[in-house]
């Protein structure tokens, strides 16, 4: 016996999916510019966060516009977490690489 899913089941499922893509297609990016495998750097650590945070404000703005507004506040708030984290990443680096 088959049972199928409402739209909304299919919408929450779809959108894990979508966002455990978006993760990692982040790093897989970051492993192709800095190489699979090894630990990750404070650079590599700046570089997938500044990725993240561009993924996630795309998300925030368009559950702005036509989304829930938990869905939104969520993506609002992971945006200040993840400014915090890069922050904090940013105060490790060396004067001359934090400008770059």
């Given amino acids: 016996m088959t049972i199928k899913?409402?739209?909304?089941e299919q919408g929450r499922r779809s959108g894990r999916l979508q966002a455990a893509g978006r993760t990692l297609a982040t790093r897989l990016l970051v492993d192709a510019w800095f190489g699979a495998g090894a630990p990750?750097?404070?650079q590599q650590d700046i570089a997938a966060l500044r990725i993240r945070i561009g993924e996630v404000q795309a998300?925030?703005?368009a559950w702005r516009v036509a989304g829930p507004k938990e869905k939104y506040l969520e993506?609002?708030?992971?945006?200040?977490?993840l400014t915090?984290?890069?922050d904090e990443c940013l105060k490790h680096l060396p004067d001359e690489l934090a400008t770059s």
Avoid at 5 to 8: E, I, M, R
């Fill in 59 to 61: 998300a925030c703005d």
């Fill in 84 to 86: 915090l984290q890069l």
């Fill in 5 to 8: 899913a409402t739209t909304k």
């Fill in 75 to 81: 993506a609002y708030f992971l945006i200040e977490a």
């Fill in 40 to 42: 990750m750097t404070i």
